[in-house]
């Protein structure tokens, strides 16, 4: 049930929230990158930090979304 409210919640960000929506698209971009360099046989050392940068990006995008949506969830138990 607190699955659905969720997603029903995330649904109405992408739709009314320009920031969550540009996080999303932020997130899923790094993932996308991220995915490219894990399918590589063998990083090189710029590789590697590249790979590093994108997981810290992708974390703080995905920890900002966590953000917006406790701040959405409090304001409706208001």
């Known amino acids: 049930m ?7 919640l995330k649904a ?3 739709d009314s929230d ?3 929506r540009r996080l999303v ?6 993932d996308r990158q991220l995915q490219a360099l894990e399918g ?7 590789e590697q930090m590249e790979e590093v940068r994108l997981k810290k990006l992708k974390l703080r995008a995905k920890d900002q979304m966590r ?3 406790a701040r959405h969830k409090a304001q409706q138990a208001v």
């Open 2 to 8: 607190e699955r659905i409210i969720e997603e029903e």
């Open 40 to 46: 590589r046989a063998r990083l090189s050392d710029a």
């Open 67 to 69: 953000e917006i949506l």
């Open 18 to 20: 320009e920031a969550f």
């Open 25 to 30: 698209d932020q997130h899923s971009e790094y």
């Open 12 to 14: 109405h960000l992408m």
